[in-house]
């Protein structure tokens, strides 16, 4: 029985890492088709360089076995277990976070879990704990779903509960408002996850448990042919049982690297639904071979308008979050910087850890908003210009314009790409903050657009 229990074990944990691999590194074969056949039909110059690019960034991810996005986000799992397999003893909990911190430090994947978030937002340094959910069925086997979940998508996830009466127009207008609100926060095109039923907690564990479990295809093609939007790439719904007097709806917003994987365990050997695309060759863009800008001619930056696609070279700075927060009290306590604002472009960025030989992990920028409160102040120190994604406040594009600053956005979800334009990455100052801590870097040829 030991033995039986032991290897069990091993087998769970094994599975586990090798689909936390998979799911960072290993684009879906028919997403890819998707992507492929909009990047080949679309006459839209603007979105046909957006999807040259992901495409682009696919391959890459694959063939240098690098994630497809530095955030390698919070790992959720689902696991099925059958009732005829003896598994009394095991500490499931325990065995899917040992794999996941087993697959995020060899594989030097980004950590993005902190160990409480109201009380205590210090980074676990192992991206656990996992979000586990363990299910039973009348089975000889064990299934393993498992999604990985970045944040600026998975902050414009919604819910919303609606009673009874509500009509399905009701329904489509709230997944419309939410597309809407996410923008380019999300990086579309997006993979809607949408979850009908339960309790308000359940309907989001079934918008989660749609990307692997879809049970209304219908209602699936009827949301996607009422958007109507270059920003959906695939809609998922999964509907269940509720309360009489409720109608939960909950939406799980994911990017274009939509990220999950799974697998079954049966016979002491281990199954794996993964298939590999069929990649296919990508002509290069037309934003490829933009001018390029150096940040070091502020005369050049400055005359840059919305619109303009171009190519930025020269110092720049990483800062996002913990480290904004920092450098805000530094400047309202009059204390030096560890770098000068005056005349520097700060990039919303946190990347992976490198591997031997990378001057950097895959990087990528995160959501732009939520440094909007900080605008005022570092932009009034004569901070030059940022790069992120997504949309800007009202306030925040005031200050930027006040102070005749820049706002440039890059391309979300192709880290691999974009770290090929790092030449030199050292950090500086708050090494303890891991990821967001401030680097300063040599970018040759960044691919950005000026929006602000």
Request: proline share 4%; glycine share 8%.
């Given at each position: ?23 960072n590194?290993i ?5 890819y088709?998707?992507?492929f056949?909009r990047?080949?039909?679309t ?5 046909k ?12 991810a694959?063939?240098?076995?690098r ?30 976070n ?23 937002r210090?980074?676990t340094e192992?991206n656990?704990?996992a ?5 039973f069925?009348?089975?000889d086997e064990?299934?393993?779903?498992l999604?990985v ?6 902050n ?6 609606f009673?009874?009466s ?12 939410t ?7 999300a ?13 308000a ?8 448990k ?12 009827e949301?996607?042919k009422f ?14 049982s509720a309360h009489m ?7 799980t917003?994911?990017?274009h690297?939509?990220?999950h994987a ?7 050997t ?9 990649f296919?060759p990508i ?10 800008i150096?940040t070091?001619d ?5 005359s840059?308008?919305?619109g303009?696609e171009i190519?930025?070279?020269?110092e ?8 904004h927060?920092?450098l805000?009290?530094?400047i309202?306590?009059?204390e030096k910087l ?7 472009i ?7 850890p490198?591997k ?10 995160t959501?732009?908003?939520r ?5 005022e ?8 210009g940022?790069i ?8 925040a ?6 102070y005749?600053?820049?706002?440039f956005?890059?391309?979300?979800g192709?880290s ?16 303890d903050?891991?990821a ?11 691919p950005?657009r000026?929006?602000?």
């Open positions: 029985m030991y033995d039986m229990i032991y290897c069990m074990e091993n087998l769970i944990k094994e599975a586990v890492k090798n689909l936390c691999f998979n799911a590194i684009y879906g074969k028919n997403l088709n998707t992507l056949s990047f080949t039909e006459k839209d110059r603007s979105l360089n957006k999807l040259r690019y992901i495409l682009k960034n696919v391959k890459l694959y063939d240098s076995k994630p497809m996005c530095q955030d390698t986000g919070n790992v959720i799992v689902f696991i099925k277990i059958g009732t005829k397999l003896q598994v009394s003893g095991l500490n499931f909990n325990k065995i899917i040992e794999g996941v911190k087993e697959a995020y430090c060899e594989n030097f994947f980004r950590k993005s879990i902190v160990k409480n978030a109201l009380t205590d210090i980074n192992t656990t704990p979000s586990v959910y363990i299910e069925d009348d089975t064990i299934k393993i779903d999604l979940k970045g944040a600026g998508a998975e414009m996830s919604m819910l919303k509960m009673p009874p509500a009509e399905k127009n009701d329904i489509l207008n709230f997944i419309k408002e597309v809407d609100k996410a923008g380019e926060k990086c579309p095109p997006l993979v809607l996850g949408i979850g009908i039923g339960g309790t907690d359940g309907a989001m564990v079934l918008s989660k749609a990307f692997f479990e879809q049970n209304d295809p219908d209602f699936s093609r949301i996607i958007l109507n939007s270059d920003k959906i790439l695939d809609v998922k719904v999964k509907s269940d007097a409720s109608l939960p709806v909950g939406i917003v994911n990017c690297c939509t990220r799974g697998c079954v365990i049966k016979n002491n281990i199954f794996f639904d993964s298939e590999t695309p069929a296919q002509p290069l863009a037309p934003s490829e071979t933009a001018r390029e150096r070091s502020y005369a050049a930056v400055k840059l308008k919305p303009d190519l930025l070279t020269g720049i700075y990483t800062a996002r979050d913990a480290a927060k920092r805000a009290a530094m309202k306590n009059h560890p770098f000068e604002l005056n005349g520097k700060i990039f919303y960025a946190g990347p992976c490198e031997d030989g990378e001057i950097s992990g895959p990087t990528g920028p959501t732009a908003y440094m909007d409160k900080y605008c102040s570092f932009y009034s120190s004569g901070l030059l940022t992120g994604k997504g949309e800007r406040t009202e306030e594009a005031a200050a930027i314009k006040k005749n600053g820049r706002y956005s890059a391309y979300g192709i691999c790409l974009l770290a090929q334009c790092i030449k030199t990455s050292e950090i500086i100052a708050f090494e903050l891991g967001e801590a401030v680097r300063r870097q040599y970018v040759e040829k960044l950005v000026v929006e602000i």
